[in-house]
């Protein structure tokens, strides 16, 4: 990748600015011829297509100095290197607008998830820049990560590519892996994610249809069992004026979870169905039996006292003891 391209990887030039800026419109290209190191050089940009070609003119023997692109290092080059990189990055900013990622498709991509979702995507590599994820904000999980990788990685084409990695489920990225543009998941467990090559080898309708799939899919939510001791809490009466109520929060439990409370001895069942509707609330409190650092706030979607979820009933489904929070499969929820 040489200077231009990796100065202005991602964005576009602005036409008004680049004018305001001294470059001149020639047959649909934009030319600036501006010296440098006290005017022994002069630098000669051409902006086409949104594409940023230059060389440098040492004007002492007016042919090009070859030494900006070699791997020189002595003093005197680099300090035409700099002072080249320094007009082009006064250019950069006077004059580009800088977007997220390096093709249209994925920009566009991301201001799909960005809009519907509020989801902006998160850079957590420092080695790698341009991986960005995106997860509901309700329970931390991904369903889109986007990765700028070589294209050797997914076929024998050379250069470099964006793609979007997305969760589906197994027969449908088996039905997927058939059509042109679909790969197997790059540096994700292939039997749950998918590869989208970001192209425009696919229509945006398609890519955002599955997008919106991915995200479902990790929208569920799961379900818990926690123990509720009348001993210490009046479990029994307090939903009788209220629907919602603080409770003890120990695990990593999301918005919308749902939580069954099992109440313990002489009850022995479950009694109530609840949400919750908010998590990790910081809270302190100790006595003998019980601290506390933070709290749920939940919210009663059925009263199930009259049901027969008794702990011999839950035994029989393969849950052998209650005690702390406890998340219940989806086949026993069922």
């Known amino acids: 990748m040489n200077i231009e391209e990796e100065i202005f990887k991602k964005g576009n030039f602005q036409e008004k600015e680049l004018i305001k800026y001294g470059f001149k419109k020639e047959n649909n290209k934009y030319i600036l011829k501006k010296p440098l190191l006290n005017n022994s050089f002069i630098s000669e940009i051409e902006i086409s297509n949104n594409k940023i070609t230059g060389k440098v003119i040492d004007l002492e023997v007016e042919e090009e100095y070859t030494n900006l692109r070699t791997n020189s290092k002595g003093e005197f080059a680099g300090k035409v290197r700099d002072s080249y990189k320094e007009i082009l990055l006064n250019i950069k900013e006077k004059c580009f607008i800088e977007n997220s990622f390096l093709n249209p498709q994925t920009n566009r991509v991301n201001n799909y998830i960005k809009e519907k979702y509020k989801d902006n995507p998160e850079f957590l590599w420092n080695k790698f820049p341009g991986y960005a994820v995106y ?23 050379i250069g470099e590519v964006e793609i979007l990695n997305i969760k589906l489920n197994e027969d449908k990225i088996m039905n997927l892996l058939k059509k042109e543009g679909f790969y197997k998941a790059y540096h994700m467990n ?59 929060q120990s695990s990593k439990i999301y918005i919308n979870d ?44 059925e009263d199930l006292k009259e049901k027969n979820y008794s702990f011999e009933y839950l035994n029989n489904l393969g849950i052998k003891s209650i005690r702390g929070p406890r998340k219940i499969k989806k086949g026993t929820i069922n």
């Open 258 to 301: 749902i939580i069954y409370l099992y109440v313990a001895a002489p009850y022995s069942k479950i009694m109530y169905k609840c949400r919750a509707v908010e998590v990790n609330i910081p809270y302190s409190y100790k006595d003998n039996n019980i601290k506390i650092n933070s709290i749920m706030r939940l919210k009663l979607i």
């Open 190 to 248: 292939k039997k749950d994610w998918i590869s989208i090559i970001l192209n425009d080898t696919l229509e945006d309708k398609e890519i955002f249809s599955l997008i919106d799939e991915s995200y479902e899919i990790i929208n569920e939510n799961e379900e818990w069992i926690i123990l509720a001791n009348p001993k210490y809490y009046d479990i029994i009466n307090c939903f009788n004026n209220t629907n919602e109520i603080i409770w003890k």
């Open 135 to 157: 997860r509901n904000k309700n329970n931390e999980k991904w369903y889109s990560i986007i990765m700028n990788i070589s294209s050797d990685k997914l076929n024998k084409e």
